[in-house]
């Protein structure tokens, strides 16, 4: 069964919202600061108010609770006893007070349509200091001489407002907090040029470098950026003398090698020297393909490679292909071309095609077990997209080297001979090809044997279009 490649961001949509919350804050680098200064902020204002409420506690007993306890008994003495309603009454309107006369006598309470507050019942202000002194004295309730209950609070009436006031003072933390977040962000906005510069880096563009804030007196940002960018140019310079050392070596080989093929064309058909001339010139023919395949991978590795494209017939492509391919191999001729539907002609570099539809048959004629079926070429269309698919039924390739086997020079079996596991370069080539097309490659095992699929847009125009691979 193919195993078809994750599409990206498939994974995040289908996790549920508070996963994507936690992750969301585990990698951002922003939201944590601000959650940071967000608990900070919350920490010092509760150690703030609590220190606050323990001091104001602590000197009540010292200031404000004899005075409130005298005041209490003025109001006391003021309403009298028995208790007048009258005078009650006119304290309840002068003060914002609430009253409650329980008694023999008098039974009166100047807020009946309103609730008893909790704060005032008897078994919370049995456990509040603020109410009570050492000895039990309720503050906030006198006892006349007549046996009447006098009761004082706050007239919550007063407090109906003060709401708007707490929810102003949310609406200005949650904009201190969004300020911060700007202010984070802008402060850490380097770090996503950095990203994508060394995003650009690994992909072998080197031409944009990152932006350096301030370049004049960068901060510690801008100092990595700047260090990056030295990075960058290194290896730019690295990969650059490496690629023209390797152009100019490939360039001086062919010389020679066109004057040894000259020389061994020349020697005598003798039956004596025969076989090693034929095997001299078998060499020298690997040695010619190998050159041609290393200056064509830097061609295409390059960053300025350039696609001849034109309206090209794959399937007539295909078969010129395995029409060459006969002389070559003498199992060649007995590979199946499968071609599900009539294709379109598609806007692709033909020679490049060709190189990669021959390093595809040739990767499975070398092995693919001679008592088996032969090797299979299937060319279909989906999506616009067209699959050129070349399976083999050898033995596979173990699983841990699927992963490497598009790797220049990678041989899962170096114990192979070169006759039969070539240098390294075929699947290379194939999977720079694709990506030159805007296409990928997929390498898997079919039990039996290896499955190769190359995936190439049938779109494009006819100009040279250029292309950077991967």
Not at 94 to 116: A, C, F, K, N, Q
Request: proline share 7%; charged share 25%.
């Amino acid at each position: 069964m193919k195993a078809e490649p994750m599409k990206a961001g498939s994974s995040s949509s289908d996790c549920p919202w508070h996963r994507r919350a936690r992750d969301a804050v585990g990698y951002s680098l922003h939201l944590r600061l601000v959650l940071v200064f967000m608990a900070l902020a919350v920490t010092v204002a509760v150690a703030f108010m609590g220190g606050m409420q323990k001091v104001v506690a602590l000197g009540w007993k010292e200031a404000a609770r004899p005075l409130l306890m005298d005041y209490v008994d003025r109001l006391t003495a003021e309403i009298g006893s028995p208790p007048s309603i009258e005078r009650a009454q006119a304290i309840a309107d002068r003060l914002p007070v609430t009253l409650r006369i329980d008694g023999p006598e008098v039974r009166w309470d100047s807020h009946p349509d309103r609730p008893r507050p909790d704060w005032m019942s008897e078994k919370v202000q049995r456990q509040d200091h603020w109410s009570r002194d050492d000895t039990g004295y309720r503050l906030l309730h006198r006892t006349t001489a007549d046996g009447h209950h006098i009761e004082f609070g706050l007239n919550a009436l007063s407090w109906d407002k003060r709401p708007r006031i707490a929810w102003g003072t949310l609406t200005i933390l949650l904009l201190l907090t969004a300020l911060a977040y700007v202010y984070v962000r802008h402060l850490l906005r380097p770090l996503d040029d950095i990203r994508r510069g060394a995003r650009r880096f690994g992909n072998g563009d080197f031409g944009e470098p990152i932006p350096v804030r301030h370049a004049h007196r960068p901060d510690e940002l801008g100092q990595l950026a700047g260090t990056i960018n030295t990075m960058g140019e290194d290896i730019h310079q690295m990969l650059e003398a490496k690629r023209a050392l390797l152009l100019a070596m490939s360039h001086e080989l062919r010389s020679p090698l066109t004057r040894a093929r000259l020389n061994a064309e020349l020697l005598p058909e003798s039956p004596d020297v025969q076989a090693q001339r034929a095997a001299l010139m078998r060499d020298l023919g690997e040695m010619s393909r190998l050159i041609t395949d290393l200056l064509e991978s830097e061609r295409l590795a390059g960053r300025h490679a350039a696609l001849h494209r034109e309206s090209t017939n794959l399937e007539s492509l295909a078969r010129g292909v395995v029409a060459e391919l006969e002389a070559r191999h003498a199992g060649a001729a007995a590979i199946t071309l499968d071609v599900q539907e009539v294709l379109p002609h598609c806007m692709v570099d033909p020679s490049r095609v060709r190189l990669l539809m021959r390093n595809l048959l040739d990767n499975s004629l070398r092995h693919n077990d001679p008592a088996a079926q032969p090797p299979r070429m299937q060319l279909r269309l989906r999506d616009g997209v067209v699959e050129i698919e070349v399976r083999d039924h050898g033995p596979g390739v173990p699983p841990e080297h699927l992963p490497h086997l598009a790797q220049a020079f990678y041989r899962p079996d170096s114990a192979r001979q070169r006759t039969t596991g070539g240098v390294g370069l075929g699947l290379y080539l194939c999977r720079l090809v694709t990506q030159a097309h805007g296409g990928s490659l997929q390498v898997r095992n079919a039990d039996p044997g290896l499955c190769v699929t190359a995936r190439l847009p049938c779109g494009g125009d006819s100009s040279e279009v250029g292309a950077t691979p991967g």
